[in-house]
Structures are given as structure tokens and as C-alpha cells.
């Protein structure tokens, strides 16, 4: 995993003890002398480049979307802060191209804006709203897990929604999870949902007659399908490898299924991601896999 893109999924900044699990130590030096992330009393943060600051200012705009979780510390899928999205007013006129901007066009209360950006509980409705499945869960995902925000409190503003979107999002905040760990689970996730796919829990705790064997990412337990997601530098020692095979082991021979996916394949191949799962699923039920238009169907509807 790239070093940015570690960050960007922690929430935009993380402390080594974290990093280590995602990135390499030479990496991060790299990084560093690169100019691409700052460490601050060992706190590794991405480097702002204010390119969203001017841009409101310059159009008189609020930033929101998933501009606005970055600058909240949400967790973010790779790339998704690259572009700048930006909320203005109904009647603006933008006669400017902007490749690098997405702008929505909405009326804000004083209430959902703090300065040139929008609150926390704003950003993650127009999230559930407006952007991809992935962005959406791994925002809302986050905010929770941080306290930013309450499932009540997001219950509320969403019911208040009205037109474009409104009954997308309504859809997409049961699918919200503070327990998952990061972007990384959110997005796995996601992509389960996007292929029709439920009953997958998160963070589960599993025994077996000896005692606990761990706290997986995903499991689904009618199935006995367990999902993992997997960062590169999480099993590079030797202690932590002969652990891993133990974990592994001790699954298989509870008559689990467990599936490992890393970072690249659930960011950048979510459809061999859904197919591998859905295999799996028919092996165990015995039913018919589901042919990719299927698939593909299931996703457009999410």
C-alpha cells in the first residue's frame, strides 16, 4: 500500500505504532523526504496543499463531500481526495472549467457549515447521498467510529432529506458500521453489498472448542465464511507470521471458510473481489453462481 494511501484510510493521519501494519518504515522516510506526508510529535499526517481552501474562497463556496471529511480526519478510499468538491449556492455561475472540482449546487443552513467547510454530520449525509458506495461507508464508517457523530443524529437528518439523493441515502445508512476498523473494511464491505451479498457482520468474534481464535474482519456465520482484509506489513515478523498460520489453521479446521483480499484487490478489483466471494458462497450453499451481468446488475442497483 502506498504510504498516502495508508494515511488517507486511517483518516489522514496515524501514529507508527498503526502505520506499521500498512507501510514500511523505508517508505515513510521516502515519503517524508518526498514531501508527501509530515511527522508532528510522531504523528504522520498527509500533506495539505490548501488547493481546497482557495478554490471556496475563490468561488465562494463551502467545502463538503469528501473534501470535507478529509479535512474532518474521516477515512478515505485512495484518489478520493484528489478531487476538491465543493457545495454552492443554487443560483452560482461558474463560467470557469474545473477539472480538478466537482461542485454541487445547494442551500446550506449556518448550522451545517463551520467556516468554509461543512460539519461533520453534514459531510457524511451528503456522503450517503452523493457519492460512491465505497466513499460513502468509509466516511459514515468513520465518523462513527470517532464520535463525531451519532446514528441518531444522522437517523434525523437523513429522514429530513428531500429530492435528488434523499432516497439513496435513506437506503445507505443501515449499511453504516462504526466497528469497522478503517477504509479498508468499509470498502470490502461495500463491495459485498454492491453484489447483492448480506449477511456478513463485522469485527466478529470467533471459538472453537479450545477457546477464541481471533476477532475477524467479516464473517458471516450462517455460512461460515470469514473475510479478511490483509495489509502487506501486518504479518512481516516471524512471531506474527507463525500467529497468523495458527489463526489460519485453527478456522479451516473449525469448519470455517476463511477468504484473504489485500488492499490492491478490494480498492482496484472489487469485481474479482464480489466473484471470489460469490464462489465461495455457492460451494458452501450449493447453490448456482451468479453469472457477471448479475453481478454487475446488483451493483448498479446499490
Not at 71 to 86: D, K, M, N, Q, Y
Not at 230 to 259: C, N
Request: some cysteine; glycine content about 8%.
Amino acid at each position: 500500500m502506498e504510504v498516502q494511501d495508508a494515511l488517507r484510510a486511517l483518516g489522514g493521519a496515524a501514529r507508527w505504532r498503526v502505520l506499521r501494519h500498512h507501510v514500511g518504515w523505508r517508505a515513510l522516510k521516502r515519503a517524508r523526504a518526498d514531501a508527501q506526508v509530515v511527522c508532528h510529535k510522531g504523528l504522520w499526517a498527509l500533506v495539505d496543499s490548501g488547493r481546497d481552501r482557495q478554490l471556496a474562497a475563490d468561488l465562494l463556496g463551502v467545502r463538503s463531500h469528501a473534501t470535507a471529511a478529509a479535512h474532518w480526519g474521516l477515512a478515505l478510499p485512495p484518489e478520493e481526495s484528489e478531487v476538491v468538491r465543493l457545495t454552492l449556492p443554487p443560483h452560482a455561475n461558474v463560467k470557469t472549467r474545473l477539472p480538478d472540482a466537482r461542485l454541487s449546487y445547494r442551500r446550506l443552513d449556518a448550522a451545517e457549515h463551520s467556516g468554509d467547510v461543512t460539519t461533520p454530520l453534514r459531510t457524511v449525509v451528503d456522503c450517503l447521498r452523493d457519492e460512491s458506495l465505497r466513499v460513502a461507508l468509509s466516511v459514515g464508517d468513520s465518523a462513527l467510529r470517532d464520535g463525531l457523530v451519532t446514528h441518531a443524529e444522522l437517523a434525523a437528518a437523513v429522514r429530513g432529506l428531500r429530492g435528488k439523493g434523499a432516497a439513496v441515502a435513506r437506503s445507505r445508512l443501515p449499511m453504516l458500521d462504526g466497528r469497522a476498523a478503517n477504509a479498508f473494511e468499509s470498502c470490502a464491505r461495500a463491495i459485498l453489498l454492491e453484489a447483492g451479498i448480506t449477511g456478513f457482520r463485522t469485527q466478529v468474534s470467533i471459538r472453537d472448542s479450545d477457546g477464541w481464535i481471533g476477532r475477524v474482519d467479516l464473517a458471516n456465520r450462517a455460512l461460515h465464511i470469514v473475510i479478511e482484509c490483509e495489509g502487506f506489513e501486518t504479518h512481516g515478523g516471524r512471531p506474527a507470521f507463525v500467529r497468523d498460520l495458527v489463526r489460519f489453521t485453527s478456522l479451516v479446521s473449525a469448519g470455517w471458510r476463511p477468504l484473504r483480499f489485500t488492499w490492491e484487490q478490494v480498492m482496484f478489483h472489487p469485481k474479482w473481489v464480489a466473484r471470489r466471494v460469490l464462489a465461495t458462497i455457492a460451494e458452501a450453499t450449493g447453490a448456482p453462481l451468479p453469472d457477471r451481468r448479475a453481478i454487475r446488475a446488483s451493483g448498479r442497483a446499490a
